[in-house]
Structures are given as C-alpha cells and as structure tokens.
C-alpha cells in the first residue's frame, strides 16, 4: 500500500506531522529542564507538566469543530491546510527558540496541539474512505507503527538537537521547519476525499457541538465501547510512557541513553503487535484480538512489577552497561511484551469504529473518540500524581495499572460479549487448527442469503464464523446449542436453536419463523442441511428444510464445505467425539471452500448436495 497514491502520499503526511510534533516538544522540554532558570521564575516541573496540559488542552477546545469539518470539506484540501498551518506554527517556535521568549514558545506549542486536533478526524475518516474492508487492519496497523516510529525517532531527534552546545535552538528550529514543509509537500499528493455532507451547517459551539457528538456515540454502542477501549489504551499507555524518566533514574539506575532505550523498546513493540494485526487477522477486522490484548496488557504489566527489583549501581548505567546486564533484559521482555499486546489491543477498535460508524458521521466520531482519548491521558496523570503523593512506587503504579487494565477489559467485554465471543472463535482457529480458505469472495457484502454447508464436527459453525467476515446466524440442534462454554458463543452470535418436529414442535416453528425474520432484515442464515453430524465422513442427504426456508423466503444460496475435520477430535470419528484430545496433534490442517451463490429457483436439497459435495471433494 505504501506504493500506491491512496496511501502512500498520506502515511507520509502521517509521519512527518508526528515526527516533527515531536521534535519540537522534546526539544522544548529539554530546555525548559536545563533552562528554565534563565527564561523564567516557575519551576521546572510546573513548566513541563504545564506545556503537557496545554498541548492537550486543544483537543478538548476544538475536537467537536474539527469533526464537522472534516465532514464538511474535503479532505485532501483540509490536509493540505493544516500542513501550511503547520508551517507558520514552526516558524512562531523558530522565533521564540532565537529570542528564548517563552511566551512564543507556549503560543507555539498550543498551536501545535490545535494543528494536530484538527487532523485528527481527518486521518482516521480518510482511512475507510480509500481502503477495502480487508486493508482497514493493515492500513490502520501501518498507521500506527508509523506513528510510533515516528514519535520515538522525533523524541531522540529533539534531544540531540537541542543538546548541541552551540546553536542547538537554531538547529531545532531549522528541522521543524524543514520536515513541516516536507509534509506540506507531500500532502499535494494525497488524493481527492469528497466530502460525505458538504450541506453540513457548522455548529461554532464546542460545548454543545461536544455534548451533541456524545449523544450520537451512545446511540451505536458497540461504536461508544470501541472508544472507550481506545482511551483506555491512551490512558495505559501515557501512564507508562510519562514515568520512563523516573523509573529509569530511581529504579533501574539508568541515565537518559536507558529512557530512549527503553522508549525504544516501547514504540517497537507496538509497531511490531500493529503490524502482526493483519497477519493473526487473516486481513480482516478482527475483534477477537482486542482481548488477546488485553490479557497480553496486564500479565507483563503485573510481570514487569516482580522484574523491577532496584540495583545498587553507584554510577548511573549506560544503556550499553545496561543491556550487557541480563538482570535486565526481562524488564526489556516485559515492555516488548505489552506494547506488542497493546498493538492487537488498538488497531482493530480503530477499525471497528472506522468499519461501523457511518460514512456521513466517520470524522465527528473521530473527534470525540480524541476528546474521550485527552480526557483519559489527563486522568492518567492525575492519578499517577495522585498515587506517587501516596507513596506508591513506580513499580507499584505499574502493578496497579494492569490489575486495572484487567478489570476494565472485563466491564467492556461483560457489555459487548462479542469481542469475547470473537476471541474464543479466534483462539481455536490458531491454537487447535489451522485454516486454509478458498472462494470467500462468494460470500455477499450486504444482503440476505442462507449458507448451506456439510456437518463434520460439534465446532463448524466456530470455523465457519472465524473465516467469515459477515456475522452468520447458524440455525443448530437444540442439544448442540446447549453444550458449555459453546452456549455462550452460540447465544452471543444469535445462533437460533431447531429440534424436530417429534422432539419438540413448537421450537421447530419457532426456529422457522426465526429464520424468516433474520431474512427479511437482509441477514446471512447459516444451516447444516443433513440434520446431524456425520458419523462416517460422508456427506449425508440433505433435508427438506432448505426447501421450505427457500419457499418461504426466496434468497441465493451460498454453498460452503468444510474440509478435515472429520477425524478431529471434536467429530464423531470414534463413534463419539471429545474422547481422545489432541489426536491429531495441534494445528492440524483444515479448509473451508466457498461456492458461488446459487439463485433461489434453482436451489434443490439435491443440487446443493451435488455442489457441497464437489466443493468439498476427497479431502474429509
């Protein structure tokens, strides 16, 4: 994708805004620490939590704002704009670096903030506006990684720039420049975005533009629910980030090379998980990766606190020093470890709320997603202040984050149980098998069809769900819908149960009027037509059933086999299944084969049997 004008040209605009954002405020912060008595009476500390609050504040002010806008205008035109923006912001910084005026230099950095609150719904709306379905996780994993990278190399930049005993300001200022009028170059080739409601009237007030955008989140839960699991990451994250200096002085008894270093090791890591994303994700938007996460987020959380025992160097460590010690290397495993999980953790909740918001809204969603993310990096340090007045230890506020990390995982899970749904189909499509898929671009973007497939196993539907990207509701025997653990899958997916009709009538038509009704709403409806599990890998001859759903309401038939599972531990290869675990080891090898969409009219028990069977072929 990096190749192509769609997203090329914008990453880069991407990198470059992040990478000079930080350039300036590190450079800014470094010399408020070593120069602040020179430039002012306030404290050094007041300064640099000051100059952090302010350049969060614009976010806050113009969120609401920058959404309408982005949802007014163009795109590649607001892109452009707020490049010259940034521009004129770094030669306001250039000047006050020369007359070390630090007025200048805090009017920069909030313009700063502004310049980046108004990209903001831009850079995420643009992202589904030129991307498929299938390249959200990627482009967005890309994005990510790109940022990170961006902040740790804008970071080290800054530092070493402003270091420079003679000139370092001018320096400083020569490079914001520089890179800012890169990205306005770069920006005239993003391509043109139209604008979803040109019509929009802009609304000037951010209080109640605010409170409007909070009002049209909770009306798509899963949406608000993605957004407050992405805070929580910005939240976790600024938490950690903003005690490198302290844990690292205090703690580990490293010097400035151990932050970068271990910045390093952070920002990697979670260019590494965001770029895994796509892969585990088999290139779509996969939400059962957000509890992988999440799981991943709190164990080396509560890992890194036992790793974090204080050394008795006399002279601050090196980071050279520092890695020749293997003492240390499980703190470096740790911070890998939870900015890799913390990379399966973000990137599919950007593109769920990219994926399920709605085109005319995507950039106001944006903006309140950026003001829910300040608002918890301000609550971040609140209580990281809060915890160390306390008493606590850096340690400790790690151990507390991610025992809290788990107890909010479990409140949005407990809310929307279909991420962990996602996860348990997710966890047994990588752990008990391995799935080879052809022929899914057979199955429809929108609109109603019934999915009809051969019955191996007790886990079909599960391996079906996992290869889909489309939410199938699988009409299954009463019993199999019953069983532990699957239960819950199954009740979350809005499996529907059937018996026949001697066992229980009236669930038989219930089943048959559920099926009705999931139709005419335009949904998939998945069935086995054989009636049962297969006890000797042969297709069985398929029912009646698929007849009267077809009469009742005409739609396609999408054909699907599975492919190697009979024999697996959860088929009846023994007579009964589940009595022999692991019989053919971990992984083993399966397959799922989609058909082309077969019109209502020529939709038989026979024909479709004929067809799964071909499908399917000699491989059981």
Known sequence: MLKQRRFGPFFSVQFLGAFNDN?????????????????????????????????????????????????????????????????AVMVLGAVGFYLRDLTLLLVALFLMGAQSTLFGPVKYAYLPQHLKKDELVGGNGMLD?????????????????????????????????TIAIAGYVASHRVPHSPAPMPALKINWNPITETWANFRFLRGNRVVFLSILGISWFWFYGAL??????????????????????????FSVGIGVGSLLCEKLSGHKIEIGLVPFGAIGMTVFAIDLYFASGARGHGAALHALTFLSDPGYWRVLFDLAMIAGFSGFFIVPLYALIQSRSEPSHQARVIAGNNIMNAAFMVLAAVLAIACLQAGFTIPQLFLLTGVLNALVAYYIFKLVPEFLMRFLVWLLIHTVYRLEKSGLEHIPERGAAVVVCNHASFVDALVIAAACRRPIRFV?????????????????????????????????????????????????????????????????????????IIERTPVPVLPMALRGL??????????????????RGVLSKIGLAVGALVPPQAATPEGLQAIVTQLRGDWK
């Open 23 to 87: 350039v300036f405020r590190n450079a800014l912060v470094i010399m408020l620490t070593f120069q602040a008595a020179s430039m002012t009476t306030l404290s050094t500390g007041f300064l640099v939590n000051f100059c952090a609050g302010l350049f969060i504040l614009p976010f806050f002010l113009f969120s609401a704002t920058a959404g309408q806008l982005a949802d007014k205008y163009e795109r590649s035109r607001l892109i452009r704009l707020t490049k010259l923006l940034e521009i």
């Open 145 to 177: 990684a790109g940022t990170f990278l961006a902040i740790l190399l804008g970071t080290i930049l800054g530092g070493v720039l402003i270091g420079i005993k003679s000139g370092g300001a001018m320096w400083v200022s020569a490079a914001v420049i």
């Open 240 to 265: 950690f980030l903003s005690q490198f200096p302290g844990y690292v002085k205090d703690v580990l008894g490293g010097d400035e090379t151990v932050v970068t270093l271990l910045l390093a090791t």
């Open 476 to 548: 299954m025997d009463h019993r199999i819908f019953k069983m532990p653990v699957l239960n819950f899958v199954f009740r979350v997916s809005r499996a529907i149960p059937i018996a026949a009709a001697r066992e229980d009538a009236r669930l038989l038509e219930r089943a048959y009027d559920d099926i009705a009704k999931a139709l005419e709403a335009g949904e998939l409806v998945g069935i086995f037509p054989e009636g049962a599990i297969t006890r000797d890998g042969e297709i069985q001859p398929f029912r009646s059933g698929i007849k009267r």
């Open 566 to 583: 009979w024999g697996s531990y959860f088929s009846r290869v023994e007579g009964a299944a589940m009595k022999s675990p692991l019989r």
